[in-house]
């Protein structure tokens, strides 16, 4: 019997206490990253100059569980986990659909977004390894938020590289980030040598996230007693955020149902493989029958790209990474969900696609589409997603009014990675909320 409670949550001590590593099941070897045959000095050589040693261990750890540090635990509860999974039956009951949602609560989060499960344990280990400071790159802002966060709660200085056509618009964001004690650049910035090349062609680039991981990059290897750290995309990412799907299994069991297909927007990955990595895990393993969906935009449909080894940022200062990608020099037009505008994906969630193990849906740059579904899910579950988060939310509305075509009862779960209470500018220029 399906459970028709609207909120299915675990106890506190019922946490996950391990992340999941999908690595040794993935269905083919997972390509090794690798250095150009540029004649510049080695990438991987200065991985472990940028990065906190436990993170590089986790990025190429075949232990398919990894012990969640006492500590991080203890911020994961701060940080008011667990995040409960909802059943949408208001919404259900709207679109008339026979199918059963449900959704996963991320942004119930002291920044507004997931990021702040892989910023906490990621400020952790660097604070464990007697670094100072951390820097980073932020798109969207959500990333920059997180991370200012989990550096004031762990007591690290931290240095974010904003891309400019963002920093611009999110005023009060930038005021948040600045609240939590974070010192923050618009990119491309002249603090950097990539990022001076071209803020001095000009000082109004509008930059994008692969220049600012370039600046972020280049600051870290420049200073011992700092590291850098990567909000989406890598390995060790994408593990802290199981702790998403971990918890959600945990609900579906309460609510004694399963997911047919799994809804998520898609940048570089980490919410969308967080969430669904332990079922496609059980696919895997178990064979569960169970589809993934990525909700993207038209402007960065990473995941349509071609499956290749590139860059991870701008001026080419990361090893190469096998991924679907666009290209890494690559301009992509803005649009208000901006975190889902970067040019590859994770390469674990790559490699499932190459594989057929995720289907993909691009949403028109216009976003009307995918925010007047976010506005349906807004009147009837009440949560206000982050612009990004949309696209999961509408490809999940989509479905729901499929199954009202076909009389199917699907069961339907989206992640709602974040909420947007500091992006409502997006949505009212599109949808004209406050035009006279
Ligand atoms: C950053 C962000 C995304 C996109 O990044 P992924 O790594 O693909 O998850 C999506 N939603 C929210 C709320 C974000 O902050």
């Not at 892989?118 to 400020?123: N, R, S």
């Not at 990059?217 to 994408?238: C, M, P, Q, R």
């Not at 009202?404 to 220029?429: L, P, Q, R, W």
């Amino acid at each position: 019997m399906v459970n028709k409670s609207v909120q299915f949550n675990i106890p506190i001590d019922d946490i996950p206490k391990q992340w999941y590593n999908i690595l040794p099941d993935l269905p083919t070897e997972f390509p090794p990253y690798i250095d150009p045959d540029d004649g510049k000095p080695s990438r991987l050589a200065n991985l472990p100059k940028l990065f906190a040693g436990e993170c590089l261990k986790q990025e190429f750890s075949e232990d398919s569980w990894i012990d969640i540090p006492e500590p991080v635990m203890d911020l994961y509860r701060q940080a008011g986990r667990p995040r409960p999974l909802f059943r949408a039956l208001a919404l259900e009951e709207k679109l008339g659909t026979p199918a059963r949602l449900y959704y996963k609560s991320e942004f119930y989060s002291p920044t507004g977004s997931h990021k702040v499960n892989t910023a906490l344990a990621q400020a952790y280990y660097a604070k464990q390894q007697g670094m100072e400071r951390i820097t980073t790159e932020t798109g969207a802002g959500q990333w920059g938020t997180a991370l200012a966060y989990a550096c004031a709660v762990v007591g690290l200085d931290v240095t974010v590289y904003w891309v400019r056509a963002v920093h611009r618009w999110k005023k009060e964001r930038l005021q948040l980030m600045k609240f939590y004690g974070a010192d923050v650049h618009a990119s491309p910035s002249p603090m950097t040598a990539a990022g001076k090349a071209l803020y001095d062609k000009d000082p109004d680039d509008p930059g994008s996230l692969a220049i600012a991981i370039s600046e972020g990059l280049e600051d870290a290897l420049n200073d011992e007693k700092a590291v850098y750290t990567l909000g989406s995309v890598l390995n060790h990412v994408i593990l802290h955020q199981t702790i998403i799907g971990l918890e959600t299994q945990k609900q579906f069991e309460l609510a004694d149902d399963y997911p047919d297909i799994m809804f998520s927007c898609l940048g570089g990955g980490s919410n969308f493989g967080g969430f669904t990595i332990p079922f496609m895990g059980e696919r895997l393993t178990k064979g569960k029958d169970i589809k993934f969906v990525a909700a993207q935009s038209e402007v960065s449909p990473n995941m349509q790209g071609e499956y290749a080894y590139d860059f991870g940022d701008h001026a080419g200062l990361t090893p190469m990474l096998k991924m679907m990608t666009l290209g890494h020099e690559t301009r992509m037009e803005p649009i208000y969900g901006d975190g889902l505008r970067y040019h590859g994906a994770s390469p674990i969630l790559s490699l499932l696609r190459h594989e057929g193990y995720i289907d993909t849906v691009a949403y028109p740059k216009d976003e009307k589409h995918v925010f007047q579904n976010a506005q349906l899910f807004l009147r009837t579950e009440g949560f206000l997603p982050a612009p990004e988060s949309a696209y999961g939310v509408c490809a999940a509305i989509d479905e729901a009014k499929r199954c009202k075509e076909t009389g199917e009862e699907k069961v339907i779960a989206f992640n709602v990675s974040g909420h947007g209470f500091m992006d409502m500018y997006g949505y009212d220029k599109v949808l004209g909320l406050t035009k006279e």
